[in-house]
């Protein structure tokens, strides 16, 4: 019998996703947001705010604003990296934010080559950077994706 591919669902958050979102944070960001800030993204915009699960667990997620383009944070566990998760994720949320804005932003740490190659296929173009941005000290690059016709 062959075994077959796991099925990762998309869905919107939940107040009891909150415990997992901060794991994944927390273990994928050296300055992690806190419970308080993504309380306030679930209470302000539910429908940017996403969650990948399998049968067991949180996988993944992704926060967005459309009343201010900006995609947040996106992340996937470490033991689920690289398959496919955060493309998903990608995906879903900028469905969410076709219908909500026309040009989409997000800010991502220089060495974070895996999300700035994700980015780049999803046609995200690098407008700039913000010295200095992280607490750490390493610049920001930011990436744009106008969704106007061309």
Do not use: W
């Not at 939940?14 to 997992?20: A, P, S, V």
């Not at 067991?56 to 604003?65: D, K, M, N, T």
């Not at 026309?102 to 913000?130: C, D, P, W």
Request: hydrophobic share 40%; glycine share 8%.
């Amino acid at each position: 019998m062959l075994e077959s591919e796991p099925l990762y669902r998309i869905r919107r958050c939940r107040e009891g996703d909150l415990d997992d979102v901060l794991m994944i944070e927390e273990q994928t960001f050296p300055d992690p947001y806190d419970r308080e800030i993504f309380s306030q993204l679930l209470v302000s915009e539910p429908q940017g705010f996403l969650v990948a699960e399998d049968d067991s667990s949180v996988l993944g997620y992704a926060a967005s604003s459309g009343r201010y383009g900006l995609i947040f944070s996106l992340a996937v566990s470490a033991t689920h990296r690289r398959r496919g998760i955060g493309r998903l994720l990608m995906t879903a949320v900028l469905g969410y934010l076709r219908g909500e804005t026309k040009r989409i932003s997000l800010q991502v740490r220089v060495t974070n080559s895996a999300a700035i190659a994700l980015y780049h296929q999803f046609s995200f173009r690098e407008q700039g950077r913000i010295r200095r941005y992280y607490p750490d000290g390493e610049d920001a690059l930011v990436m744009t994706l106008d969704l106007r016709p061309a």
